[in-house]
């Protein structure tokens, strides 16, 4: 079983990292609202019928799923989605890729233990991989986007160590339904009121090609990718879960690179291999860890 968890690990780091395109498509015609809400909207109705064809009742959402859904997709959507249209999806990647290292951070706040020395030298490393990056800059990136992506990045981070603690209390796609139906009812009412009360089309655009890239980051990059790794939380380790992130950045360099024509510069290199680096020593230095 933890094998098959693995596998599905990986298939949900390959469906995050393939977002890192879909959202750079998707934002040249769509704001950041308009972006959000179809992408969410597409997770709904896709967990939504998954929900009817299981035919299951529902339990009432716990106030910890709630809290999990407005972490992840409520905030962290927005913070990624702003920060993508701002910067490269090569830097995106990367950044993205650090998430784990603010998981063993978030997760030694909540666990009140000391982080081993491995664990705070990777994490140092890591950030010095992330300042880098996002002082290198280059055409398509700037520090505005690259700031907001790490943002999105520590608040996905919140959500993986909350899920991880919620994960053996509720079925996955119970718990991913509820996710994104809290994240999407978070966006209604301000996309409701941009096309009420705002200046010009709420989402931008609006055409076809760009509305598509939207859906299908909400299918594959929410719906498909969360319900995977939802589905491998309960069967794996949270060092593994966690561990599995740092793939986030090589399907995401690598696709942005095949998809985006993004070249990839000394400097990105330099600073994708500290992030790299940083992240796995801290995770082997996880194992580590000491009450403080």
């Known amino acids: 079983m ?30 950041v609202l308009g972006l959000t809400f179809i992408e969410l909207t597409a997770a709904v109705v896709l967990l939504g019928g998954a929900l009817l064809v299981r035919g299951r009742p529902l339990p009432r959402p716990s106030a910890g799923i709630v809290a999990a859904g407005l972490l992840e997709p409520g905030l962290s959507y927005p913070l990624i989605n702003a920060g993508l249209a701002r910067t490269s999806g090569s830097h995106a990647a990367l950044l993205l890729g650090a998430e784990s ?86 966006t209604l009412p301000v996309a409701v009121g941009v096309a009420l009360f705002g200046h010009g089309h709420p989402f931008g655009t609006a055409q076809p090609r760009y509305v598509v890239a939207g859906v299908a980051t909400g299918i594959v990059g929410s719906a498909m990718a969360f319900g995977l790794y939802n589905w491998a939380l309960g069967r794996v380790s949270s060092a593994l879960a966690g561990t599995s992130l740092t793939l986030i950045p090589v399907f995401g360099i690598a696709l942005s690179a095949i998809f985006l024509g993004e070249g990839l510069t000394v400097l990105t290199g330099i600073a994708g291999v500290a992030v790299l680096l940083g992240v796995i020593l801290a995770r082997n230095g996880e194992a580590e860890v000491v009450n403080a």
């Open 101 to 186: 290292v603010f998981v063993i951070a978030i997760a030694a706040a909540v666990l009140r233990v000391m982080p081993s020395r491995l664990v705070i030298v990777g994490s140092a490393i890591a950030f010095a991989g992330s300042a880098l990056l996002a002082d290198g800059g280059g055409g398509a990136a700037t520090v505005t986007g690259d700031l907001l992506v790490l943002a999105g990045a520590v608040t996905s981070a919140g959500y993986v160590v909350m899920a991880h603690r919620l994960s053996d209390a509720t079925d996955p796609l119970t718990f991913t339904s509820y996710q994104f139906f809290v994240g999407w009812l978070v």
């Open 2 to 31: 933890a094998r098959v968890g693995i596998v599905a690990l990986v298939a949900a780091a390959a469906c995050w990292g393939s977002t890192v395109v879909l959202i750079k498509i998707s934002s040249r015609g769509l704001n």
